[in-house]
């Protein structure tokens, strides 16, 4: 398997403007977690899913912040308008959805909002 | 709120030297903790998982022990090298939760 797979890896972007972040987890795992990481607060969990539902979503920021699901491979995560202050990197992890398991992160998305 | 702690922030060591990382957490009601690596602009690496019935687990020249009673855990080096210099995070998965609470991390580097 090829691991977690993020795309793009490094995305600039104007204020204001929408950004979508994706995410194809590893292949039989069925949780999900999106995290952002940054120098002030290091890696924050946003939400995460488990079989395809999202089952927490206490971090998202803001409303500005949406993510989905829509089937077993594959996640979106969506900033409309997108701000400075969201610039940070973000990573999708997957895991099976035992709590005993490993979790797998991906290489991450670095996101600058100019 | 379980909140996890690492020290020290940095530390700077010559090749060969065996090292210990630490990492502590406020809750001890958790269901594994995991020890990560992460590379300057790169993503994270798991290195060892350690279930909350485990006191310790070994890989390599890696060694991560747990104490979960004192909330602790450490991870040693054996032998360190240039190669291990990165940024090492640990990370408790609390009980009744599936996320991960992450340390801040200790920033690692081996001088040849």
């Known amino acids: 398997d090829a691991g977690v797979i993020q795309s793009p890896r490094h995305e600039v972007t104007e204020m204001g403007q929408e950004v979508t972040l994706r995410c194809k987890p590893i292949?039989?795992?069925?949780?999900l977690f999106w995290y952002r990481q940054t120098m002030m607060r290091g890696l924050e969990l946003l939400i995460y899913?488990?079989?395809?539902?999202?089952?927490?979503d206490s971090g998202m920021p803001e409303d500005r912040f949406s993510a989905k699901m829509p089937n077993a491979s594959f996640s979106t995560l969506k900033i409309q308008p997108s701000e400075p202050r969201d610039s940070a990197v973000y990573f999708c992890?997957?895991?099976?959805?035992?709590?005993?398991?490993?979790?797998?992160f991906g290489q991450g998305t670095r996101l600058t909002v100019v | 709120k379980q909140e996890v702690t690492q020290i020290p922030a940095a530390l700077s060591v010559p090749e060969g030297e065996n090292l210990v990382l630490n990492c502590s957490f406020t809750?001890?009601?958790?269901?594994?903790l995991q020890w990560f690596r992460q590379d300057p602009g790169k993503g994270l690496t798991s290195l060892l998982l350690?279930?909350?019935?485990?006191r310790e687990q070994t890989s390599g020249r890696l060694n991560a022990s747990l104490d979960k009673s004192s909330g602790r855990s450490t991870l040693y080096i054996a032998a360190s090298q240039p190669g291990d210099s990165a940024t090492y995070l640990c990370?408790?998965?609390?009980?009744?939760?599936?996320?991960?609470?992450f340390g801040t991390g200790t920033r690692l580097l081996v001088s040849p």
């Open positions: 899913f488990n079989n395809n539902v999202p089952i927490d």
């Open positions: 292949s039989g795992h069925n949780s």
């Open positions: 350690i279930q909350s019935s485990q």
């Open positions: 809750d001890s009601a958790i269901y594994n």
């Open positions: 992890a997957s895991s099976l959805s035992r709590t005993n398991t490993e979790a797998f």
């Open positions: 990370a408790v998965r609390p009980r009744g939760f599936q996320k991960l609470v």
